[in-house]
């Protein structure tokens, strides 16, 4: 099992800067893809932006130029620094990662989830 712990989410005002952060522990072999989702009340989650163990990355577009994601393999973690931000990104912020388990045969991909940060940004 793979446990993500999620911290860094907060008040901030309209056009502020939040850095989150999420560790990944236990059997942490085999992560491939880590990524940022948020949702709002009623919403369903939305994917926010990935990054693979190759540092290959997506963002939504709403996001793009705004938010960067990065990782560091070493320590299992990944990071969303969200610069320029509005009231529309208030919401709770959800890591998520993607692990290979198995042989290359018969692979098997396995997904967990923090327990969720809230990012509040007023105007």
């Known amino acids: 099992q793979v446990q993500l712990v999620e911290s860094g989410g907060g008040l901030v005002q309209a056009g502020g800067s939040l850095r989150l952060s999420c560790a990944a522990s236990g059997r942490t072999r085999g992560i491939d893809v880590m990524a940022w989702y948020r949702q709002t009340p009623g919403n369903q989650r939305e994917l926010v932006a990935r990054?693979?163990?190759?540092?290959?990355?997506y963002y939504a577009e709403s996001v793009k130029g705004r938010f960067t994601i990065y990782r560091d393999n070493s320590k299992n973690t990944v990071y969303l620094q969200m610069n320029s931000l509005k009231p529309g990104d208030t919401a709770v912020y959800y890591c998520?990662?993607?692990?290979?388990?198995?042989?290359?045969?018969?692979?098997?991909?396995?997904?967990?989830w923090g327990q969720g940060t809230q990012v509040t940004v007023s105007s």
């Open positions: 998520n990662a993607e692990q290979l388990v198995g042989p290359v045969e018969r692979v098997e991909r396995r997904e967990f």
């Open positions: 990054v693979t163990a190759g540092a290959e990355t």
